[in-house]
Structures are given as structure tokens and as C-alpha cells.
């Protein structure tokens, strides 16, 4: 194990601070709300998964929050929608108006909450961990490109202006391996005699040199 890695997450007292998180994303969220309300900063959390039952750390999040927002997309818990439409009202609500937004989740989650904040000018704050690999600098994988300048996110990173973020260039990048990781997942489900391309290929090389 190595670390840490990247740049630590600025906290300061920012004022009323939005933390919209998803998926995995929101354990990293924990310890920057810790920071953020001991920094004396009132947080407005907002979490989104596709049913109750994916929601990482419920309780543990419902205890540091100010106020806390829960969204799922069929509904099973909280408000049926997506995380951006909390954000949306909170932008326009004259008295709730974020000073500062962070997100972290799935790429396509923190694209959508940095276009929504952008026409109410709110600073927002993404982790683009997602698109690592070997986290140490070397390899190249997480390479995006921000305000128009080229950036590692384990060394540059974790976090930058989603404002500034190309995301169309870092979810193009992400997919680049789709086929591959396709297949990867299917080779490591398929323990039900069912074989995929990868294991017919190796079959009938098998059969050939036989
Ligand atoms: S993850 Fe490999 S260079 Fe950043």
C-alpha cells in the first residue's frame, strides 16, 4: 500500500457547502464532511443510488448533516429523481444558495451537477478518482484535460473545477476499454460452464495443437 496520494482536499470556511454524492463516492464524502463541519461550515448533503438498498453509511452521514437529501431512481427511498434536481432548487433558493458544491460519484453524475451549478456561477468541486489506475504517476491513464490544460488526477488531483473539466474527453477516455472490461467481467462471472470468446479462443488453440 502507498500513500497518501494526490493533493488533500481543501476545506476552509466556505459558508454553506453542498456535498452531492453517489455510489462509492460517498465514503470519501465522510471524512470531507467531518472536516467541513468541524471548519464550521453548514452542510447540506444530498445522496442518490438507483434503490435504498445500494446507500453506503445512511446513519453515519444523517448524523454530520445539516440537512440531508435522499434520492433514488425508482423511488424505494427519499425522492424519486436525480441528485441535480435538489441542487437545481437549492441554486435558485435565495436563502439556500450553496457557496460551494462538491461532488463525488460516477463520472455522468458530476458532469450533470457542474452544469447545473455553472448558470448560478457556484464554485463546484469534483473527484475524478474514477479514472485512475496505478494512482503513482507512471502510467498515464488519468490523464484529463482541464481548462484547456493537460493534468494527471493522482498528482494534479483528485479534485478540480468541474467547471473547467473536458467530460466529454474524460468519459470518451473511460470508455476507451469497455469491450475488454466486458469481457473481463463476463469471464469472471461465468463459473456456470458457459464460456465466453476469450476461453473458446484458448479452447480452440487447445484442439489445434492437438
Ligand atoms: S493513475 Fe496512472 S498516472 Fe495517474
Known amino acids: 500500500m502507498v500513500g497518501p496520494l494526490g493533493s488533500p482536499t ?5 459558508g454553506h457547502v453542498v456535498c452531492v454524492c453517489g455510489g462509492v ?15 464550521g461550515n453548514k452542510v447540506t448533503i444530498i445522496m442518490g443510488a438507483r ?3 445500494l446507500f453506503l453509511m445512511k446513519e453515519e452521514m444523517t ?11 425508482d423511488g424505494s427511498y427519499g425522492r424519486k429523481g436525480l ?22 460519484g460516477p463520472p455522468i453524475m458530476m458532469k450533470f451537477c457542474a452544469l447545473t451549478t455553472k448558470p448560478y456561477a457556484v464554485k463546484t468541486v469534483v473527484s475524478l478518482n474514477s479514472i485512475m489506475v496505478d ?11 482541464i481548462g484547456g490544460k493537460t493534468k494527471f488526477v493522482c498528482v494534479d488531483g483528485p479534485e478540480f473545477d468541474g ?4 467530460w466529454n474527453n474524460m468519459l470518451q477516455r473511460m470508455g476507451a476499454f469497455k469491450p475488454q472490461e466486458q469481457e473481463a467481467m463476463h469471464r469472471f ?3 456456470d460452464g458457459h464460456k465466453c470468446n476469450i476461453d473458446k479462443m484458448a479452447d480452440a488453440k487447445a484442439k489445434e495443437s492437438k
Open 63 to 73: 448524523a454530520l448533516a445539516d440537512n440531508i437529501i435522499f434520492m433514488t431512481d
Open 189 to 191: 462471472g461465468a463459473n
Open 163 to 166: 467547471h473547467e473539466v473536458d
Open 25 to 39: 463516492g460517498i465514503a470519501p464524502m465522510h471524512p470531507i464532511v467531518q472536516a467541513l463541519k468541524a471548519a
Open 10 to 14: 481543501h476545506i476552509d470556511n466556505f
Open 135 to 145: 494512482g503513482t504517476g507512471m502510467c498515464g491513464g488519468c490523464r484529463v484535460t
Open 83 to 104: 441528485v441535480t434536481e435538489p441542487l437545481k432548487e437549492l441554486c435558485e433558493d435565495t436563502k439556500g444558495k450553496p457557496d460551494m458544491v462538491i461532488a463525488i
Open 51 to 53: 434503490n435504498e438498498s
